[in-house]
């Protein structure tokens, strides 16, 4: 069993910025894959970014939405994975999420995917 905790969450004006830190324990994560997911009042939970543990370091990928925007990281010694917003728009206002496989999959992008979830963190932005 895995547990994740989301933290960094709050208020921001647009363009401005916020880091997200998603904590991992229960288990190691090398061959699989974390990531985020966002959901906005009355709208389904989408695919925000995901980065996949591999020998050679590993892969990232950004919904369209966010590319160029948004960067996620990790910091294995800490299990941790970060999502770096800047840019900030007020689209980008819900609860985003922080997720993980149990085993590797090409899914990365579908919640189905993922196997287990975080309590999830309010991100607002105004203006």
């Known amino acids: 069993q895995v547990q994740l905790v989301e933290s960094g969450g709050g208020l921001a004006q647009a363009g401005g910025s916020l880091r997200l830190v998603c904590t991992a324990s229960?288990?190691?994560?090398?061959?699989?894959?974390m990531g985020w997911f966002r959901q906005a009042p009355g709208k389904e939970r989408e695919f925000v970014a995901a980065v996949t543990f591999t020998w050679s370091g590993g892969m990232t990928y950004y919904a369209d939405t966010v590319k160029g925007r948004f960067t996620i990281s990790s910091d294995n010694a800490k299990s941790t994975v970060y999502l770096q917003m800047s840019s900030l728009k007020p689209e980008d206002t819900a609860v985003y999420y922080c997720a993980a496989m149990r085993y590797r999959s090409s899914g990365y992008g579908t919640v189905g995917a993922y196997d287990y979830w975080g309590q999830g963190t309010q991100v607002t932005v105004s203006s």
């Open positions: 229960g288990r190691t994560f090398n061959g699989n894959t």
